[in-house]
T-cell receptor
């Protein structure tokens, strides 16, 4: 079956612009996660969805970052007024059930470059 | 919150040698410890995981050990092959204890030379 997909695969934007990143999880997966991976760095947790609600958004680095999930499926991560330090690969993952002891399946990521 | 430290940051071995990557965690309530492998330009994929009710788990050439008292766990790869070259991430979580998320280490770049 289809895995986790993300779009766009690459996004180049100018400083100060808003961007939207999309994640399509595996069908039936109720949990969805967003991570940020900077060059040579680990996986920085951003936000977790269970269904359409976000019980843990503690990793969002500032109020310029927001995310939503609709219909228990597609999620959108929005970054407003982008800054150069936002440049990174943004990864989405989904898992079958709540909690974090189920395997997380990752998407291919969106590489964001802020000029 | 949870803090996961991972060492070394890079590891170079010759093909056929063993490789060991170590992680420590801070939250004594953590009970689920997965390892992910990320090949260059690809997405992370789960390779093995261990839960706190066991001390060791093996899957062919890879094994993970867990010491809950010392709060550390390790990944062991035997008879390394060039295709094992990748970045490996350890992680920890409280598993199904309510809403819980994975905290990842910063990764280890493993290079296996033929």
């Amino acid at each position: 079956g289809a895995g986790v997909s993300q779009s766009p695969s690459n996004k180049v934007t100018e400083k100060g612009k808003d961007v939207e990143l999309r994640c399509d999880p595996i069908s039936g997966h109720t949990a969805l996660y967003w991570y940020r991976q900077s060059l040579g760095q680990g996986l920085e947790f951003l936000i977790y969805f269970q269904g359409n609600s976000a019980p843990d958004k503690s990793g969002l680095p500032s109020d310029r970052f927001s995310a939503e999930r609709t219909g228990g499926s597609v999620s959108t991560l929005t970054i407003q007024r982008t800054q150069q330090e936002d440049s990174a690969v943004y990864l989405c993952a989904s898992s079958q059930d709540q909690g974090a002891s189920n395997e997380q399946f990752f998407g291919p990521g969106t590489r964001l470059t802020v000029l | 919150g949870e803090n996961v430290e991972q060492h070394p940051s890079t590891l170079s071995v010759q093909e056929g040698d063993s490789a060991v990557i170590k992680c420590t965690y801070s939250d004594s309530a953590s009970n689920y410890f997965p390892w992910y492998k990320q090949e260059l330009g690809k997405r992370p994929q789960l390779i093995i995981d261990i839960r706190s009710n066991v001390g060791e788990k093996k899957d062919q050439r890879i094994a993970v050990t867990l010491n809950k008292t010392a709060k550390h766990f390790s990944l062991h790869i035997t008879e390394t092959q060039p295709e094992d070259s990748a970045v490996y991430f350890c992680a920890a979580s409280r598993g199904n204890s309510g809403y819980s998320t994975l905290t990842f280490g910063k990764g280890t770049m493993l290079l296996v030379s033929p």
